[in-house]
């Protein structure tokens, strides 16, 4: 059965991109065959210089690579390509606008999801033309891939162009990590379970830590990433929001603002670093020659097409500090890099220990519980615990034991759906509670801004050779604290 049964025309711009080709398209092929895609459904992908056969043809051998193989259909394959229309696009041009809006009329039942996967600047033309041409009707709604502009100032004009032509209601920012399974878990963990909700505070956490590590590169994404560095492409965006889910207030309901106001509270409460703050609350790197997994990899400078001279951060680590009750005196310590050891996105939250402690002294060191909220690869969450080790001669010796849930082996008669099936899904539907908000996106830039202006003063950014964890710096600013990170434990 459909859970929803109004057609939907989708209309992806960029649609040879990678992310249309790589994620996209293959989330939609999965709705279609779970049958979550509304019937009568029709999926148009404009694309400068291509033509239908060429680019379905394309699209197939993606679908193909991108899909596991024990999840492909011959016949649903086939039938979800009937459902894709790919027309030669150019996003500046009037009449092509005219002529998307003749094929969308032929369904005018359905609604309507414009999906920008192209750069932000060519937002408001975009939406511009789009209204103009009479494609848009109540019922259109319109998708925006992240970065949502450089800067607060580029923010303000990104969102109020795409506004003109779109009430905030129909406007779906995107931003896949709140798509993933254990992102969400992190409502139902939080504030459906007493034994977590009664405990998350200052009186009982010490500090929180969120790691999002890649072991790739740029991956030939060198003109994009050189111009936004780690800081805007990762931190404004997908740490912020995690940050957000682990340290807002319990909203009234699951309302999307309702959601949304309370992430928007922490945003405003971030504490700015200063001037005389920046040496122990801000570290930034950028990775030298290295290997990873027995490989050799070349630096950033040595990428393909490479600027020598480049400064741009391929790395960041920062100390926060949410200003309210619930947070006062527990700090957030925040990383993210490139050509790290592992791909890994992890929340990892420290209890405070018993404040009379009767057992070994040389193993107090142990005596602290942690939950590790693992979003990427094998979703998951670990309660680490402290039992007595087994055997007569062991006394009350302690030993660390993890209580874990590994959502692929607890629901293994179920796929984990892809994050950006759950967000289409839910754009069909018009839900809006796992998209972000425009003042989220502003607040988010307004303090990333400051930090930027930091970096823009510092000294180069330090060297950290690929396959590690970051710049040696970074273990100093949270031993400054008494504190390792996960993997020194």
Same mark, same amino acid.
Request: proline content about 4%; aromatic content about 10%.
């Given at each position: 059965?459909?859970?929803?049964?109004?057609?939907?025309?989708?209309?992806?711009?960029?649609?040879?991109?990678?992310?249309?080709? %790589? *994620?996209?398209? /293959?989330?939609?092929? =999965?709705?279609? &065959?779970?049958?979550?895609?509304?019937? !009568?459904?029709?999926? +148009?992908?404009?694309?400068?210089?291509?033509?239908?056969?060429?680019?379905?043809?394309?699209?197939?051998?993606?679908? %193909? *690579?991108?899909? /596991?193989?024990?999840? =492909?259909?011959? &016949?649903?394959?086939?039938?979800?390509? !009937?459902?894709?229309? +790919?027309?030669?696009?150019?996003?500046?041009?009037?009449?092509?606008?005219?002529?998307?809006?003749?094929?969308?009329?032929?369904?005018?039942?359905?609604?309507?999801?414009?999906?920008? &996967?192209?750069?932000?600047?060519?937002?408001?033309?975009?939406?511009?033309?789009?209204?103009?041409?009479?494609?848009?009707?109540?019922?259109?709604?319109?998708?925006?891939?992240?970065?949502?502009?450089?800067?607060?100032?580029?923010?303000?004009?990104?969102?109020?162009?795409?506004?003109?032509?779109?009430?905030?209601?129909?406007?779906?920012?995107?931003?896949?990590?709140?798509?993933?399974?254990?992102?969400?878990?992190?409502?139902?963990?939080?504030?459906?379970?007493?034994?977590?909700?009664?405990?998350?505070?200052?009186?009982?956490?010490?500090?929180?830590?969120?790691?999002?590590?890649?072991?790739?590169?740029?991956?030939?994404?060198?003109?994009?990433?050189?111009?936004?560095?780690?800081?805007?492409?990762?931190?404004?965006?997908?740490?912020?929001?995690?940050?957000?889910?682990?340290?807002?207030?319990?909203?009234?309901?699951?309302?999307?603002?309702?959601?949304?106001?309370?992430?928007?509270?922490?945003?405003?409460?971030?504490?700015?670093?200063?001037?005389?703050?920046?040496?122990?609350?801000?570290?930034?790197?950028?990775?030298?020659?290295?290997?990873?997994?027995?490989?050799?990899?070349?630096?950033?400078?040595?990428?393909?097409?490479?600027?020598?001279?480049?400064?741009?951060?391929?790395?960041?680590?920062?100390?926060?500090?949410?200003?309210?009750?619930?947070?006062?005196?527990?700090?957030?310590?925040?990383?993210?890099?490139?050509?790290?050891?592992?791909?890994?996105?992890?929340?990892?939250?420290?209890?405070?220990?018993?404040?009379?402690?009767?057992?070994?002294?040389?193993?107090?060191?142990?005596?602290?519980?942690?939950?590790?909220?693992?979003?990427?690869?094998?979703?998951?969450?670990?309660?680490?615990?402290?039992?007595?080790?087994?055997?007569?001669?062991?006394?009350?010796?302690?030993?660390?034991?993890?209580?874990?849930?590994?959502?692929?082996?607890?629901?293994?008669?179920?796929?984990?759906?892809?994050?950006?099936?759950?967000?289409?899904?839910?754009?069909?539907?018009?839900?809006?509670?796992?998209?972000?908000?425009?003042?989220?996106?502003?607040?988010?830039?307004?303090?990333?801004?400051?930090?930027?202006?930091?970096?823009?003063?510092?000294?180069?950014?330090?060297?950290?050779?690929?396959?590690?964890?970051?710049?040696?710096?970074?273990?100093?600013?949270?031993?400054?604290?008494?504190?390792?990170?996960?993997?020194?434990?």
């Amino acid at each position: 059965m459909n859970l929803a049964e109004q057609a939907c025309n989708i209309v992806f711009f960029g649609a040879m991109g990678d992310l249309t080709q %790589r *994620k996209l398209l /293959p989330a939609l092929y =999965q709705l279609d &065959s779970a049958n979550l895609l509304p019937e !009568d459904s029709q999926i +148009f992908g404009l694309a400068r210089d291509t033509s239908h056969e060429k680019a379905i043809t394309k699209t197939e051998e993606n679908l %193909r *690579k991108f899909i /596991p193989e024990a999840e =492909q259909s011959t &016949s649903q394959l086939a039938s979800f390509l !009937d459902k894709i229309k +790919f027309i030669s696009f150019d996003f500046g041009d009037k009449n092509g606008y005219i002529e998307l809006c003749g094929q969308l009329d032929q369904n005018p039942d359905s609604i309507r999801l414009f999906y920008y &996967s192209t750069p932000a600047s060519i937002y408001g033309q975009i939406s511009e033309n789009l209204d103009a041409s009479g494609c848009l009707t109540p019922d259109s709604r319109v998708v925006l891939e992240k970065p949502i502009g450089h800067s607060f100032e580029s923010s303000l004009e990104v969102n109020s162009a795409v506004a003109k032509h779109f009430d905030e209601s129909q406007i779906y920012r995107i931003d896949h990590y709140l798509g993933k399974e254990t992102v969400q878990n992190l409502i139902a963990l939080r504030f459906a379970n007493n034994l977590f909700g009664s405990q998350w505070n200052q009186n009982f956490i010490s500090h929180i830590e969120i790691t999002v590590a890649e072991k790739v590169g740029i991956e030939g994404r060198w003109g994009y990433f050189d111009k936004y560095g780690q800081l805007r492409d990762m931190l404004q965006n997908h740490l912020l929001q995690l940050l957000c889910l682990v340290a807002m207030d319990p909203p009234s309901d699951l309302s999307a603002d309702a959601i949304r106001n309370e992430k928007v509270k922490v945003l405003k409460t971030l504490k700015t670093i200063t001037d005389e703050m920046v040496d122990t609350h801000l570290v930034h790197g950028q990775y030298s020659a290295g290997a990873i997994g027995g490989q050799a990899v070349p630096g950033y400078l040595e990428e393909d097409g490479a600027n020598t001279e480049s400064s741009t951060e391929t790395f960041v680590a920062i100390k926060a500090e949410v200003q309210n009750w619930r947070w006062a005196g527990v700090p957030f310590y925040i990383r993210t890099g490139k050509r790290m050891p592992e791909k890994l996105t992890q929340i990892t939250v420290h209890f405070r220990q018993q404040p009379h402690y009767i057992f070994d002294p040389e193993q107090r060191a142990l005596a602290e519980n942690t939950l590790s909220i693992k979003v990427q690869p094998d979703e998951g969450i670990s309660l680490q615990i402290l039992s007595k080790d087994q055997g007569l001669n062991s006394g009350m010796k302690l030993q660390k034991a993890p209580l874990h849930l590994s959502f692929s082996d607890a629901f293994s008669m179920e796929r984990v759906p892809d994050a950006y099936e759950r967000l289409l899904l839910e754009a069909i539907k018009g839900n809006q509670n796992l998209f972000v908000r425009s003042d989220e996106i502003e607040h988010a830039w307004k303090w990333c801004d400051q930090i930027i202006s930091h970096l823009e003063k510092m000294e180069t950014p330090l060297a950290y050779p690929a396959g590690s964890w970051g710049p040696e710096k970074s273990y100093d600013m949270i031993a400054a604290d008494k504190r390792q990170w996960h993997e020194q434990n």
